[in-house]
């Protein structure tokens, strides 16, 4: 359906990006964001006062509704007459080598962080001075409830 084809009560109704949407199913390109809120205004028969005031919040919704997309021109479209870019992969090999060397660098890299924070220079002497646990004694449960 056209924008055309709705009553004005209908329009007050729905969501300005259902408007958008709508508008945009109609025209089958790309429009500037300030041109298509102008366009949903005037569907709404609404002000250049409200115009002002509500462009920030239909820049808000356009860019969280998943059904639009903003292009590098800064212009809107519809989500579905764009392709993502995708990469094909010929073999799963290629995976995954890739995925085995990024595993190998990183256990290097832990390997470095890891060497010698244990290592100590005196290890073969030990001075009986430095035991902290010399003076503590077990006590079994049975000795501690008889105190």
């Not at 256990?107 to 503590?136: G, H, P, R, S, T």
């Amino acid at each position: 359906m056209k924008i055309k084809d709705y009553t004005k009560e209908e329009l007050e109704s729905m969501n300005y990006d259902d408007i958008a949407y709508i508008i945009m199913t109609g025209e089958k390109r790309k429009l500037k964001i300030n041109d298509l809120f102008k366009k949903v205004c005037n569907a709404l028969k609404l002000d250049d006062n409200t115009f002002e005031q509500e462009i920030g919040n239909f820049f808000e919704l356009m860019s969280t509704d998943k059904r639009f997309i903003m292009l590098d021109n800064g212009s809107w479209d519809l989500k579905e007459r764009h392709n993502p870019k995708m990469m094909l992969v010929d073999e799963e090999e290629d995976i995954e080598t890739e995925l085995e060397e990024e595993n190998v660098e990183a256990d290097e890299e832990e390997e470095k962080e890891d060497e010698n924070i244990f290592y100590d220079d005196n290890e073969d002497q030990v001075d009986d001075d430095d035991d902290d646990l010399k003076d503590f004694a077990i006590v079994d449960e049975d000795e501690t409830n008889s105190l």
